[in-house]
């Protein structure tokens, strides 16, 4: 049962089962039973050994348990970067970057969660969490003026136009560090995001032009003709206006 209770439920529950384990030999099994009274040395010295053995059961146990909780820990959270990374490269546009954005925080953190951009409409978040992250964009520092809420900088080099907010963190260098990756994946995403909306812009100016171009040669070539008929008229009558008379 000691082994059994570390495993599932770790070292306090475990030492309380190896305490209760002891009592209950003592009064079950130790003469005078039904009592938790000991009246020889060799009854003492065997629930001695037994508790220290359950005890150091226990610790081991739930040390091993402790290491396996904290590697399933560690490898949800690369699975949990590794599927944010592929959302990411999927993600064609800024709405579709934010989502991704805010989700993984939400499973990171189990916290609320805010993705905030200096373009946002002034309506889409209160006015104390958009001035704290327009400070945090600011200065490109992690920023605290809205406790709880603490708002992490999304740094694109020379610019910064996104911060990302989680409320109610407590103090885990850990799990910042994790925001901290989060906020350079989502710095590249939307710098990405970015510039292919002016590599699309680019290109529809191009086209514009190219079909101003055609345009322009179409209604050319369709004036060309009665233009070159008119002007060889008007340069016929010019050259031989003694020629015509007055109707003509």
């Avoid at 916290?111 to 969490?129: G, N, W």
Wanted: hydrophobic content about 50%; proline content about 3%.
């Amino acid at each position: 049962p000691v082994i059994l209770i570390a495993i599932w439920f770790g070292a306090v529950a475990s030492v309380s089962t190896a305490i209760a384990c002891a009592l209950s030999i003592n009064y079950f099994f130790v003469a005078p039973r039904f009592t938790f009274t000991i009246t020889r040395s060799q009854d003492f010295w065997a629930l001695a050994v037994f508790s220290l053995v359950a005890l150091t059961t226990s610790a081991v146990a739930a040390q091993a348990r402790a290491a396996r909780l904290e590697a399933a820990r560690r490898a949800l959270q690369a699975d949990t970067l590794r599927a944010y990374a592929s959302d990411l490269a999927a993600a064609g546009d800024v709405e579709t970057i934010r989502t991704a954005t805010l989700a993984v925080l939400t499973r990171l953190t189990g916290a609320e969660v805010a993705c905030i951009s200096a373009a946002d409409a002034e309506d889409r978040h209160p006015e104390a969490l958009r001035d704290a992250a327009r400070w945090a964009m600011s200065s490109k520092t992690i920023s605290q003026s809205a406790a709880p809420w603490r708002f992490w900088p999304v740094v694109i080099p020379g610019r910064c136009d996104w911060a990302l907010g989680v409320r109610g963190l407590n103090a885990d260098p850990e799990l910042e560090g994790l925001i901290e990756q989060i906020a350079a994946h989502a710095g590249v995403a939307f710098e990405r995001a970015r510039q292919a909306g002016l590599a699309a812009q680019a290109e529809l100016d191009a086209a514009r032009e190219r079909l101003k171009t055609k345009l322009l040669e179409g209604v050319s070539h369709d004036l060309r003709t009665p233009l070159a008929s008119m002007l060889l008229s008007l340069q016929s009558l010019q050259r031989f206006e003694s020629e015509h008379d007055a109707a003509a």
